[in-house]
């Protein structure tokens, strides 16, 4: 998913280690992806057709791995779904994830079959993240079949849980437990084009419902009122200070609650989303966002000081995903920005999102979201398109590349 695309052209610089593509068997396996380009296609169509609802990955996971297993590797499938092969490195390179997502928006029973017309595909995923997925078969497939020797591990994985309520638990899980090892670099191919996201939009989502006994609007009049509370809590957030850069943002969502007109309700709940690319100031707006539940609370029962029945709000937590931001003279940028000059690709935009590159760039270690190549629109929607146009194959030759780039760091 990406949700915000907030662009900044990288100014092209000079590729800050010697360029990888004149290496006989990096050259090889580029000029593969170019000859073998409708087997890509083949690999984006067949694994879209398979569904994959939101935290129902298993069915297009199994496939996965055994297609990687048909290309040589031994695949695996991990604890919480996320399907790992790994081609070792010869030793003192960097040990990379090269990641897309198995995972779609869609639910069980929606109608997945690809259309195509000329270059163009239309389905639901077929863009996000099926290319993804169709990108990292290609290039698994053409560094075998050219034998090129990484100095790092390079280690393919299909992760569940990128969408919605997924909660990025695919990647979480790969950085806490360690089922694909010990990472140095993470690379996710989400994303259609040719740009990268290098700023994580962190966000925290939540649910609040406020809570009292209820009663009769004329009756039981008097008493503290869980949508009165909620009321003044909407109205505090919707007049929280949020800085314009780092972008930082409030929304409550959706609200609910109530039975009747003459009812004082016993219930209230609201749906709110607090988002930006810096941590501190995620911190800072969500402290504020608690105060003024707080806060809401306390007033309500001081409206009513004659008044001793209980009113209280509880908060759970929808989602979490971290912020982090890397400059754009970050190394990986630059790596990323020197792959596609070798490619003749002109300057990649970097760009803020919500991906799987979250975890790690939270974490503090170098990751990207880099687009699969070709163009489409339409993410997260039925009428969803992909269209690799004449030069499709320069997304998985940008993401061998960097790969080969980014092993060969020590
Ligand atoms: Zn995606």
Redesign the pocket.
């Known amino acids: 998913?990406?949700a915000i695309a907030l662009a900044a052209a990288v100014m092209a610089t000079a590729p800050g280690a010697a360029a990888q593509s004149n290496h006989p068997a990096v050259a090889l396996a580029l000029a593969t992806l170019q000859r073998d380009n409708a087997w890509t296609l083949e690999q984006q169509v067949s694994l879209c057709e398979i569904p994959a609802p939101p935290f129902q990955e298993q069915a297009r996971a199994a496939e996965y791995a055994s297609r990687f297993e048909a290309l040589g590797y031994r695949a695996t499938i991990d604890a919480v779904g996320n399907v790992i092969a790994t081609r070792a490195g010869s030793g003192g390179g960097r040990r990379l994830v090269l990641a897309a997502?198995l995972d779609t928006v869609f639910p069980e029973g929606t109608d997945v079959r690809v259309r195509r017309t000329g270059t163009k595909l239309a389905g639901p995923g077929i863009g996000?993240?099926c290319r993804?997925l169709a990108v990292l078969l290609a290039v698994a497939r053409a560094i075998a079949l050219a034998r090129v020797a990484t100095a790092g591990d390079l280690v393919f994985v299909g992760n569940v849980g990128?969408?919605g309520l997924g909660n990025l638990r695919g990647t979480k899980h790969l950085f806490e437990a360690k089922s694909a090892g010990p990472i140095d670099a993470f690379i996710s191919v989400?994303?259609i084009g040719l740009g990268m996201v290098s700023r994580a939009v962190g966000s925290n989502r939540y649910r609040v419902t406020f809570r009292g006994p209820g009663g009769h609007s004329y009756g039981d009049f008097g008493m503290p009122n869980p949508m009165h509370a909620m009321g003044r809590a909407i109205a505090t957030i919707a007049d929280l200070d949020v800085p314009e850069a780092p972008r930082t943002i409030f929304n409550v969502g959706v609200v609910a609650g109530g039975t009747s007109v003459n009812s004082i309700t016993g219930s209230a709940t609201m749906q709110v989303d607090l988002r930006s690319e810096s941590a501190a100031a995620l911190a800072r707006v969500d402290s504020a966002f608690h105060r003024a539940v707080d806060r809401a609370v306390e007033a309500e029962r001081a409206r009513w000081p004659k008044s001793n029945i209980s009113l209280a709000a509880e908060i759970e937590v929808l989602g979490r995903r971290p912020a982090g931001s890397q400059p754009d003279s970050a190394w990986i940028v630059r790596e990323a920005v020197a792959a596609a000059a070798e490619l003749g690709i002109p300057a990649p935009k970097t760009g803020a999102g919500s991906?799987d590159a979250n975890v790690p760039i939270g974490l503090g270690i170098p990751a990207l979201a880099i687009d699969g190549g070709g163009t489409g629109d339409g993410?997260h929607s039925l009428g969803e398109w992909y269209d690799d146009g004449d030069r499709g194959y320069l997304g998985p030759q940008w993401a061998l590349l960097l790969a080969v780039r980014i092993t060969a760091r020590r």
């Open positions: 998913m990406r997502h996000d993240d993804g990128e969408e989400d994303g991906t993410a």
